[in-house]
């Protein structure tokens, strides 16, 4: 049993609250920090992220809508997001992308 583990549920979920909102900030201040190197890297991204809060949400019988979701992780409106600080994917990206996929297929 790790020592994490021994925490109640109110404070373990406040300590896992906080470190999830540290991530959008570390993504946020990241931002050239691409979606596609996530997805090559850590095979999620911030739309990843967007879609388990909608799961979550939904899972207590909550809702809420994905592009409020977005919004919430990317720290404004997904479309100025991407016209702000989206890039092309270079054929190199894809390329990495498409092999992440196809080891992830291979394996299971």
Sequence with gaps: MSAFDEFDPTTRTELEAAA??????????NKDVQNIDLMILADFCRNCLSKWLV???DERGETLDYEAAREYVYGMPYSEWKALYQGK???????ALD???AQKKAKG
């Design 20 to 29: 999830f909102r540290r991530l959008l900030q570390h993504l946020d201040d």
């Design 55 to 57: 799961t979550a949400a």
């Design 89 to 95: 994917a270079t054929p190199e990206q894809l390329a």
């Design 99 to 101: 092999a992440r996929q």
